[in-house]
Structures are given as C-alpha cells and as structure tokens.
C-alpha cells in the first residue's frame, strides 16, 4: 500500500484573505481540478480556495463547528484543519487502523466526487485524511 502526502487543510473565518496571504507571500497558484469535484449537498457547503505549489495543494475551507452534527460522524476535518494522505489501497489501511485499535470516520465520496475519505485523529489530536481515488477523474 501507497502512502502520499497529498494537502494541508487549513481553516479560517477569513478564506479571501487567507487566500491572499498565500498567492501573494507564497506564490501559490489555483489548482483547477478540485472545485468542480466538491459534494455541496452531502459534504462540507462552506468556502474553499484550493491553490498548489505544483506538487502539494493547499486546501483553504472556511470553518464550521457543525460538519459533525450534520455527517452525524464524529470527527470534524474543517474545525482545526488536517492534513492529508492518497492511498491506493484505502481499504488496507482502515484495516491497519483498526488491527492498532484507531477509531476513525469513514466519509465515503460524500464530500468530493471520485475521492473515498476517511479521518482520524494522530496521538496529540490532528485531524488526518487517508483517501483513495475512486472515479477516473480523482
């Protein structure tokens, strides 16, 4: 099984203006393919800039307290952010997860179109995402 690192979420109140920090100090750049992929009525509804520095992405969300309360999953990826992994073998992993007794959130395609996501906390409480791509376009 294949493990990569894929983006770093991180959430403000302010995406525009995070959004600018990132373009104009860092010069990161729009990565096209995400927004047409984004679930609005299953996942997350909220504001995203995603940018790329050619290799990683950047996935820039606006927060929202509630995502739990309405996934009714336990772990919230846009309350503090995360960091995230692609797999090839999403199913491997949750299997690993669960032989180490992590407990984790299995998102489904609910959130992003052609992407098998789930999330788990590290042991000092980051959110981390392991997905599979699973659609042609992922």
């Known amino acids: 099984m294949k493990l990569k690192l894929h ?21 990161m750049q729009d990565e096209p393919t995400m927004s047409s992929k984004r679930k609005l009525d299953e996942g997350y509804p909220g504001d995203v800039s995603f940018m790329t520095d ?8 606006e927060k929202d307290l509630e995502v739990n309360f309405r996934t009714g999953l336990p772990v919230n990826p846009v309350e503090k952010g995360h960091i ?5 073998d999403l199913d ?4 690993r997860l669960d032989d180490a007794g992590i407990s ?7 959130a992003v179109a052609g992407w098998r996501q789930i999330f788990f906390y590290d042991p000092v409480g980051t959110v981390i ?6 659609g042609e376009d992922g």
């Open 54 to 61: 050619g290799d990683i992405q950047m996935h820039l969300a």
């Open 104 to 110: 984790y959130s299995d998102f489904g395609d609910r």
């Open 84 to 88: 995230a992994f692609r797999t090839d």
């Open 129 to 134: 995402e392991v997905h599979q791509v699973t």
């Open 92 to 95: 491997g992993f949750m299997n």
């Open 7 to 27: 983006h770093i979420n991180i959430v403000s109140h302010d995406v525009p203006g995070l959004d600018a920090f990132y373009r104009d100090i860092l010069d």
